[in-house]
């Protein structure tokens, strides 16, 4: 394994396309992520976000194209083996297994790094229990770790459900609206969170994200999502000062 | 009124404590073949028509293998390995060979191709099963008689009663139940099959082989059904036919708990099982229907089954 020089991009995707029936959700994606940054993917609703991160994490596979991971080609790959390879990723939805506590969720998700197992092994091993308690600590829940998932309010499910993510130490991160749901008063505390664990793990991240300021402040570069295609791509104080993605973009997506 | 219902009991006290043996005996059998069923939907989202099959394959291979030792000269008691030893075959064997060479192909398909495909399955299964034990009645019940009977006292009369009935099959129910509902919430592997039976999705992007999960989980379920016919062999003569009667009682089982609860399957069994042989005694031209009664008396009043929850689906 050669490690690449710092400047080549993390994930790369090229020429995307992918249809279905007669809605183009992929319409000729490029788009290349490079390595440390925060990108923020905005746009209307059913403009293609969600399918992006289903693309590169191996549950949709698109009709033309090719992404590539660390310089590999993971297109075709399970979604299984692309989290192995360092892609995780976190649903609109939190995906919590909600009859089991927040430890368990944590521990869970480090157990399946650590991986194989025997159908008898116990439920926590202190290890694990020790990492998962650690994960949740950076992530600020460790006073609800012993709590069940489906206790939590949004903001801290939100959280849970990404400390699960990163349990699995993945070296890029595909978000789709971590913020979603989460009422305005937490949210920039649950993106503040959220960003400072991330970058002190060093782990590279795509967010899909509705709201503006979240975006403003804490994304390095935003892709602008439009119709299958990227439309406006760069920092967010150029980005969100064009005429066209006020008109076109914030406009249409203030709503969510 | 009173005195009508004591004037009742005391003609037909001893049939009615002997339905409720009966029913104690059948309930513990349909649970184990219901636990599977449910536990199998829950991670294969697949209505297998075909699992009652696997009940009586099992029942005729425990026989077969009976058969087979007491032919050696074994003594009576390996009767009991033979009923073992077809639930681990059935469930090491046969379960992945189906789950590979079919079920994989039709996850995530339409209900009704996996309705067919799986029936399909079921009348092959009948077939493989006259051509290799035929259609005469195949008896093995050595492990009931080695037991004997037990004379459980009932107001001033006896009933007699096989100990097989009354102690093994209850205790295995009960023994499965508690081991279950252990594996499930004790072990790294019983959450993870939770896990994907919540979210396969979730599960698989936290790094679980779903796939691998799948496989073991209808390999399990398969060997519980197996071992439910394994049980069930000495009690009765084995007849083609065997499997479809399970399988229909184990579908009112499963609707009427609801889905995904083991416990409430437990107690379904026995609500269903005891109503059923209540009938067999009392209204014997009931017999077929009052399962599917209580189901649908339950189904009225909760759509949801007794125990289950609505499920609240994901976009």
Request: glycine share 10%; hydrophobic share 55%.
């Amino acid at each position: 394994m050669s490690t690449p020089p710092v400047t080549a991009p993390l994930l790369s995707a090229k020429g995307l396309r992918l249809a279905f029936g007669g809605v183009k959700a992929a319409d000729g994606i490029d788009l290349d992520v490079m390595p440390g940054e925060f990108l923020a993917i905005i746009g209307p609703n059913g403009a293609g976000k969600t399918t992006f991160i289903n693309m590169s994490t191996g549950y949709l596979r698109p009709q033309a194209g090719s992404i590539e991971f660390d310089g590999q080609p993971i297109l075709g790959l399970k979604p299984r083996a692309i989290v192995r390879r360092g892609i995780g990723r976190s649903f609109q939805l939190p995906q919590l297994f909600t009859e089991h506590t927040v430890l368990e969720n944590a521990a869970l998700a480090v157990a399946s790094r650590l991986g194989p197992w025997s159908p008898l092994t116990p439920l926590l091993r202190p290890a694990w229990r020790e990492e998962a308690m650690d994960l949740l600590e950076r992530f600020g829940l460790a006073q609800v770790a012993e709590s069940r998932a489906d206790t939590l309010n949004e903001g801290a499910r939100k959280l849970a459900d990404i400390a699960m993510a990163v349990a699995l130490q993945p070296r890029l991160l595909l978000m789709d609206e971590p913020t979603s749901g989460v009422a305005a008063a937490e949210k920039m505390q649950i993106v503040e969170t959220l960003v400072r664990v991330l970058r002190q793990s060093g782990v590279t991240a795509v967010f899909v994200e509705h709201d503006m300021d979240v975006v403003a402040r804490f994304a390095d570069r935003v892709a602008v999502w439009s119709q299958g295609r990227i439309a406006a791509l760069g920092p967010p104080a150029q980005v969100l000062a064009d005429p066209v993605v006020q008109r076109d973009v914030i406009g249409i997506s203030t709503h969510a | 009124m009173p005195s009508t219902i004591i004037e009742w009991f005391s003609d037909n006290g001893l049939l009615f404590g002997l339905a409720l043996l009966d029913g104690l005996a059948y309930a513990a059998l349909v649970f184990m073949v219901a636990v599977g069923l449910n536990l199998v939907f829950g991670v294969l989202r697949i209505v297998n028509v075909a699992h009652g099959s696997l009940f009586a394959i099992g029942a005729y291979t425990a026989a077969s293998i009976g058969i087979f030792f007491a032919s050696l000269g074994l003594p009576m008691w390996a009767g009991y390995v033979a009923l073992v030893l077809s639930a681990l075959l059935v469930g090491a064997v046969l379960g992945p060979l189906i789950e590979k060479l079919l079920l994989r192909r039709i996850y995530g398909h339409e209900d009704v191709l996996q309705l067919l495909v799986t029936f399909a399955l079921f009348m092959i299964l009948e077939d493989v099963q006259k051509l290799i034990w035929g259609v005469q009645p195949i008896m093995q019940d050595a492990p009931m008689k080695f037991l004997g009977t037990v004379d459980i006292p009932f107001g001033d009369d006896f009933i007699p009663f096989t100990a097989y009935q009354l102690f093994v099959l209850p205790g295995v129910a009960v023994a499965t139940l508690a081991a279950l509902a252990w594996f499930l919430r004790r072990t790294l592997t019983g959450r993870v099959i939770v896990a994907v039976t919540t979210d396969k999705e979730a599960a698989t992007a936290m790094g679980i082989d779903a796939a691998k999960i799948m496989l073991l989980t209808f390999s399990f379920g398969a060997g519980l059904a197996a071992l439910g016919g394994a049980l069930a062999s000495p009690t009765t003569s084995l007849v083609p036919g065997v499997g479809a009667s399970t399988i229909v009682l184990s579908f009112a089982v499963v609707a009427t708990a609801g889905l995904g609860q083991i416990e409430g399957a437990a107690l379904t069994s026995l609500m269903i099982g005891l109503g059923r042989s209540i009938a067999v005694y009392f209204a014997p031209e009931f017999e077929v229907v009052v399962p599917y009664i209580i189901m649908v008396a339950v189904l009225l009043v909760r759509p949801q089954g007794l125990f289950g929850v609505l499920e609240t689906r994901r976009v």
